[in-house]
């Protein structure tokens, strides 16, 4: 007989509604409510005065391990910041060095993350040129979907050309592939960036100038454009400018299929934080204005906007961003230990988004496109994946306490106030996490493969 759990004197929260009751757990996964704890040797778990949520599948995660940034963020501490943050799934991107491009490099990170993470987890494919004939194959293997970059890449992750990308858009549309893209116009964000550090501009915000809306709203025109022709599914990842999401928003009403990710940052945060925090906050696309911000609130409770991913990653090392270049400086923070959390506090607390549509995009949504069957919810039959949350404690974020391998004590989450806690993080009805300290030992993380190769799940 496997653990028997019931979690009593909370409110779960359900796809459709929130409901009062307990929650009861067997053999790992969710075997249903009962209005009392029922009785047959169930440990029981006070969760009164708590909401469980559904845990986090966050979609957007770079480990880095393998590469030589692993010695900033590996699997194990990437997971156990997930565990404090309340994600329980990670989908990990597959910019790695050696990327996930085939069999061989899939098979090497899956192993990876099977001996060292906390949590369980989901990879991404490579979307590079010399990638595209193994597609298909990635999908066998159980790939989620095959990430690639319209901006310019690097040496072991080049961008993928339009010629290459519409080719992989036709492949991918034979077996029900998702094309997932870094949505920018390579050589004019390039442009951009040369230009402000040519003239050694020290105002920072002007970041949002350098990448402006339009090469971002270019590149994704262009990307739904290649999709509709050629019958691909399409994903559009770190949605931060409203002009784009509107173009995402107007190509599901003509019935494409697309998918638009933001992350919490862009809900969070404005231009403005790359005066105070430099470096640390750099990414890409930029942080942007304040009205943009609000068009992209609008676009979370109208549901254009459909998942959120913390675009977790580690690129320099805590102490380089005083000293480096800000404009050709490595971009990407840590976040994943607060990114879920954060936008908890903003979305539910501060300007009332229904708990269910909140949960939809931090797990449910992300399950159902990415055809993890098995993750997302708290319904009957799923795996226990189970964030206990405090909606009546309130906190500001320590990056020193953070469970990463690289604490960004000047980052961009430093000394947030945070109107929400997470007291307790299952994982397959295991606790990963008890509000203080990661009880998980690492290579207790699970592989989950999409199952989308067998016809399931959608966007």
Not at 179 to 205: F, K, T
Request: proline content about 5%; overall charge negative.
């Amino acid at each position: 007989m496997g653990k028997k759990l019931v979690f009593q004197g909370g409110a779960v929260v359900l796809p459709d509604e929130v409901v009062k009751g307990c929650l009861v757990v067997e053999d790992g996964q969710i075997a249903g409510m009962t209005l009392r704890p029922p009785k047959g040797g169930y440990d029981e778990i006070d969760v009164s005065g708590k909401i469980l949520l559904p845990g986090g599948v966050d979609s957007h995660v770079h480990v880095t391990e393998p590469s030589p940034n692993s010695r900033r963020e590996n699997w194990t501490t990437a997971s156990r910041s997930a565990a404090a943050g309340g994600v329980t799934t990670i989908v990990q991107m597959p910019v790695n060095d050696p990327p996930v491009d085939g069999k061989g490099n899939f098979e090497l990170v899956k192993k990876l993350a099977e001996q060292k993470s906390c949590v369980d987890f989901a990879l991404w494919g490579a979307l590079i040129p010399s990638s595209v004939p193994r597609l298909e194959e990635l999908n066998r293997l159980g790939c989620v979907a095959y990430k690639g970059f319209m901006s310019n890449g690097c040496s072991f992750f080049p961008r993928i050309d339009d010629v290459s990308l519409v080719k992989a858009m036709t492949l991918a549309r034979e077996f029900g592939g998702l094309i997932g893209l870094h949505a920018e116009h390579a050589e004019l964000a390039e442009a951009g960036v040369m230009e402000l550090d040519a003239a050694r501009c020290s105002d920072y915000a002007r970041y949002d100038e350098a990448r402006p809306w339009w090469v971002e709203a270019e590149a994704i025109q262009r990307a739904l454009l290649f999709a509709r022709v050629s019958g691909a599914r399409l994903y559009i990842a770190h949605l931060s400018a409203a002009e784009g999401v509107k173009l995402v928003r107007e190509a599901k009403q003509r019935g494409q299929c697309v998918v638009g990710e933001t992350c919490p940052h862009y809900l969070l945060f404005t231009k403005d934080a790359f005066r105070e925090k430099g470096g640390y906050a750099k990414c890409n696309p930029p942080l942007r204005s304040k009205e943009n911000q609000e068009r992209l609130w609008e676009y979370i409770f109208d549901g254009t906007l459909d998942v959120l991913g913390s675009d977790h990653g580690v690129y320099r090392d805590a102490e380089e961003a005083p000293e480096e270049n800000f404009w050709t400086g490595a971009a990407g923070f840590p976040s994943i230990d607060v990114a879920l959390t954060a936008f908890y506090s903003e979305a539910v607390v501060e300007r009332g988004l229904p708990l269910p549509m909140a949960a939809a995009l931090a797990a449910g949504n992300a399950a159902r496109i990415f055809g993890l069957a098995d993750k997302g919810s708290l319904l009957p039959g799923k795996d226990a994946d189970i964030v206990v949350m405090d909606f009546h404690s309130a906190w500001r974020y320590d990056a020193g306490r953070s469970f990463s391998g690289t604490k960004f004590t000047r980052g961009l989450y430093q000394d947030r106030l945070i109107k929400c806690r997470v007291e307790g993080t299952y994982v397959r009805g295991e606790r990963v996490y008890d509000g203080e300290t990661v009880t998980a030992l690492p290579g207790y993380g699970r592989f989950t493969a999409s199952r989308r190769q067998r016809g399931e799940g959608s966007a």
